[in-house]
């Protein structure tokens, strides 16, 4: 269910998005580093359908940033040198806003229905 309080939303997102981070060094010594962004879609979907657009795109950056630093080369810096890392990190990027453009719009459709519901059964009670 979409969270209403500001607070709660950007504490939930930042919160979400440092586990996906801390996540994933473990992950990826497990897979090599071959994975870098798999965690990061279901999370910025969640934040995006939990939290609202704004505390998703944050964590966007925030996550991008991660990787910049510490999946490409050279590690411990947030600058790429490899084109394909540039490539890698672009195509997430998009990715990504597509996909946090879609969990928000459902975020939104569920807050609507959800109003809705609540008009309608006010209004049902005013009649019985």
């Known amino acids: 269910m979409p969270l209403q309080s500001p607070v709660i939303r950007w504490s939930v997102a930042l919160a979400l998005i440092a586990a996906s981070v801390a996540l994933n060094f473990p992950l990826q010594t497990l897979v090599a580093g071959r994975t870098p962004f798999v965690v990061a879609f279901p999370t910025l979907m ?3 359908f939990l939290c609202g657009a704004a ?11 991660a990787f910049a630093t510490w999946w490409t080369e050279p ?3 947030p600058l790429v040198d490899r084109a394909t ?4 990190l672009g195509i997430f990027v998009c990715a990504a806003g597509v996909a946090i453009a ?15 519901r609540q008009r309608v059964d006010m209004a049902l009670r005013a009649v019985t």
């Open 46 to 48: 969640a934040i995006a």
């Open 55 to 65: 505390p998703a795109v944050l964590s966007l950056a925030l996550v991008t940033l």
């Open 75 to 77: 590690i411990g810096t």
């Open 85 to 88: 890392d540039v490539w890698a």
């Open 102 to 116: 879609l969990a928000s719009i459902t975020r939104g459709l569920v807050l609507q229905a959800r109003t809705t």
